[in-house]
């Protein structure tokens, strides 16, 4: 328990156990919320009369809905996906590094250092002959190459460097199937 402005104990109970309560205790999820969820997917910008009018039902309960799936986590947050060609990001590599060592030291501080350059996306930790996949999105070879060579390669305990290029797209998505069972 916490201690109110008066010096009295408070029910609320602390951050910590809040969210160590909303970890054990998982939110059941009915056809309603998958619905809005998949609606919101696919666009976010979906208002809540339209959602209501897709389910029908009343406005109320869809923003109860929403606020609820928002607080246990199940949105995590609103986007706008931009068009990465109209932007001229025209490359994507994928890189395969593997550590010299890998204690947990090393492998937090390689994270921490990775995950700050804006040209990469997506990094992995990952089972089999890497250690991380990470997902890089550059304009071209000259931004890559400068990301290998004053980003990369400064980053201390790497062992081995892999790089594949794509070639194309041929299916890229953001949106979960919620048919399984939450």
């Not at 919101?40 to 869809?62: D, F, H, Y």
């Not at 890089?136 to 400064?154: A, P, R």
């Not at 041929?170 to 069972?181: I, P, S």
């Amino acid at each position: 328990m916490s201690s109110s402005i008066s010096g009295q104990p408070s029910l609320r109970p602390s951050s910590a156990i809040s969210k160590l309560f909303r970890y054990f205790y998982i939110m059941k999820i009915d056809d309603f919320d998958r619905q809005i969820m998949e609606m919101l997917q696919n666009n976010a910008r979906m208002t809540i009369k339209e959602i209501s009018s897709n389910l029908g039902l009343s406005s109320t309960p869809v923003f109860e809905r929403i606020k609820r799936l928002e607080k246990n986590g199940y949105i995590d947050k609103y986007v706008a996906l931009l068009n990465r060609d109209l932007l001229g990001y025209k490359m994507v590599a994928f890189v395969q590094i593997s550590l010299s060592l890998h204690n947990l030291h090393e492998v937090n501080s390689f994270v921490e250092r990775i995950t700050v350059f804006p040209e990469v996306m997506e990094c992995y930790h990952t089972t089999g002959d890497s250690d991380f996949l990470l997902k890089i999105l550059v304009k071209d070879m000259d931004q890559f190459n400068e990301f290998i060579l004053n980003k990369l390669s400064n980053i201390e305990n790497l062992g081995r460097v892999k790089t594949q290029f794509a070639l194309s797209t041929r299916k890229r998505t953001t949106a979960l199937d919620l048919e399984v069972d939450l």
